[in-house]
């Protein structure tokens, strides 16, 4: 290997030289206690920086093993670091030059501890950073000495300010690394304990504004106080018992009045599929990980999926049982999400009615009367959610403040009181003894499982122009694969650009291993998470970037299901059931 004397010598050489001779320094440098790699030197100031990492032996990062002891415990540390290195890198770069002349730049992780292929830890200690660095140039010349500046000096101070353990308090990275470990384990215990969630006493589940996801600040919040009714205790390795409130399986009403902290609780569930870092206020918020947000998104585009459980046949005989529209309403929209989420094993349904459509939720005595059933090909929601419980064990947690028609469905009441949760149950109950709403219940019959979707590769199609991967991430709610756009602003767990851009990754992934128009999309995405599992993120892309970020099913799921070009085929009913194969209690 290469010397970093051999590294200095090289670039002394290529002073005001064409800006493409940086290509020459790709290759591995040996940078004394570490490896200092260049994967792709860009060929131009002011296009994408060039790709590097850096490979530090444990030896020279020096952690504590217990912060790495687990899996759980590695991602809380890796997650701290990869933070502590973006701190240092935006303090220590400077401009050098043109374009991005200069800049070193990671994947920051934002809130949500996830695994991510910024930084790594192996096993033993060792650490790979990846990050990138914007090599100097005046104009498209090459500027020896900022580069050897950049390369020889700033890229190892900021190596040395931040990944190495000894600059760090010991106690921050430890309690890093065990509050992961400890947000797993809560997580885990749900499911035995009949529960779907859990929001542990004292968490602030405000957020800073509508468009951060930083905390409130702590002055102004109501800290989190569990109703006695529904107090648990659970274990974590390393805080010991936490108390909170847990959120039994089954159907879950948050009602309460308008700004009284409803939607933010929901909120708090719908992020509680992943952990959070230290100081957040949701670290001891945790949801089943098979939990989706669903909402109308009307305009969406819709590909062959059976919502005939809620709209029966529509106007002109457009088919329900294999739906398909590049234009959904709200209603259908929302009726996708939910068969799309059960096609692919979500357990537990969240729905704000802030964010659904009202003639999905309800139609009440009045409106039954006015528009017989016969004119209405909506099922809605509320004679459905039972349905979806006790047939196939899916449990729905909804914030309702607009209508009591649900209080007859519902297993739990929660009320929030001036941001402070009260258990309401019995009341509720009671009054839906007392005052009839006159419903008549709309449900003839059984809530089937839909017919499995098989998606046909050939209609994935991420070419543009001279690229066959034609993907471009820039927002998290916005991908550009190939010529069409994939709207995914209305997919709320999806948290970070370097999510969306790993979701991109992983569907050309599933179309080029998996899909062959004769798996189901749940078998494609198990194949998917099973590859994952066992290489690591960087088996979605053989050039081991540094912008990829763990993500679930169900996101993958969702822009698939979003692409306008999708065509899919159902799958053939099997000898001597009936199609579609309906899956009673
Ligand atoms: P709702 O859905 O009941 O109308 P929201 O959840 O939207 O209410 O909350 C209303 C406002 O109160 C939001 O600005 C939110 O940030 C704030 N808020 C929510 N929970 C708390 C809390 N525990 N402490 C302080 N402010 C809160
Ligand atoms: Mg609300």
């Known amino acids: 290997m290469k010397t970093k004397d051999q590294l200095r010598s090289a670039i002394s050489t290529m002073d005001r030289r064409s800006y493409k001779s940086y290509k020459e320094l790709e290759g591995e440098w040996l940078f004394g206690d570490y490896t200092f790699v260049i994967d792709h030197a860009q060929g131009d100031p002011f296009a994408q920086p060039s790709r590097v990492r850096a490979r530090l032996p444990g030896a020279y990062v020096g952690l504590d093993p217990e912060t790495y002891r687990s899996p759980s415990r590695a991602r809380g540390t890796e997650s701290f670091l990869a933070r502590a290195f973006a701190d240092v890198a935006r303090r220590e770069s400077k401009r050098r030059g043109t374009g991005h002349s200069g800049e070193i730049r990671i994947v920051c992780p934002g809130q949500e501890v996830l695994p991510q292929t910024a930084l790594m830890l192996s096993d033993s200690g060792d650490l790979e950073v990846r990050f990138t660095v914007g090599l100097p140039a005046r104009g498209r010349r090459i500027v020896a000495k900022e580069a050897l500046e950049l390369l020889l000096e700033d890229v190892p101070a900021v190596i040395e300010l931040s990944l190495r353990a000894a600059v760090h308090s010991a106690d921050h990275l430890l309690e890093a690394a065990r509050l992961n470990e400890d947000a797993d384990h809560l997580r885990e215990q749900l499911t035995d304990l009949g529960l779907v969630a859990f929001v542990a006493d004292g968490a602030s589940l405000p957020r800073a504004s509508g468009d951060s996801d930083r905390p409130l600040r702590s002055g102004e919040v109501v800290p989190f106080e569990s109703p006695p009714a529904l107090r648990v205790e659970l274990e974590a390795p390393n805080a010991g018992s936490v108390r909170g409130m847990g959120v039994p399986e089954g159907v879950t009403l948050i009602v309460g009045g308008g ?10 569930l719908q992020w509680g599929v992943y952990n959070h870092r230290v100081g957040d206020g949701r670290e001891c918020v945790v949801s089943d990980p098979g939990t989706v947000k669903i909402r109308a998104e009307d305009g969406r585009s819709v590909c062959g999926v059976d919502i005939s459980p809620f709209i029966g046949d529509l106007p002109l005989g457009k088919p329900t049982r294999d739906f398909s529209t590049p234009n959904a309403s709200g209603s259908t929209s929302q009726a996708a999400a939910i068969m799309e989420a059960v096609e692919v094993g979500a357990r537990v349904l969240l729905i704000d009615e802030d964010t659904a459509a009202t003639n999905f939720m309800i139609r009440d005595r009045r409106m039954q009367e006015l528009v017989p059933k016969d004119r209405e090909p909506i099922t809605p929601f509320v004679d459905r959610v039972r349905h979806l419980y006790e047939q ?8 309702i403040g607009g209508s009591g028609d649900y209080l007859d469905v519902a297993d739990t009441v ?3 009181d001036e941001y402070r949760p009260r258990h309401v149950t019995a009341k509720a109950m009671s009054i839906a003894q007392d005052l009839r709403t006159g419903r008549i219940a709309e449900v003839p019959e059984h809530f089937g499982r839909p017919t499995p979707r098989l998606p046909d590769p050939g209609s994935i199609d991420s070419r543009q122009g001279r690229w066959k991967a034609g993907i471009k991430v820039r927002d998290r709610g916005t991908m ?9 602003s209305a997919v709320e767990q999806l948290v970070s650009v370097a999510q969306t851009r790993t979701v991109a990754a992983a569907l050309l992934f599933a179309r080029d291993r998996f899909m062959d128009g004769k798996r189901p999309v749940a078998a494609v995405l198990d194949e998917v998470e099973a590859a994952i599992s066992a290489g690591g993120l960087d088996v979605l892309d053989d050039r081991l970037v540094g912008h990829f970020a763990g993500f679930r099913r169900f996101e993958l799921a969702a822009a698939l299901n979003r692409l306008r070009s999708l065509r ?13 194969a309906s899956m009673g209690a």
């Open 392 to 399: 196939h064990g899916v449990s729905t947690i909804l914030v």
């Open 480 to 488: 550009h694969f190939g010529k069409q756009t994939i709207d995914l």
């Open 568 to 580: 899919v085929s159902a799958e053939a009913p099997q000898q001597g059931r009936p199609a579609p």
């Open 259 to 268: 700004f009284h902290g409803k939607s933010t609780l929901l909120q708090a």
């Open 414 to 416: 929660i009320a929030m």
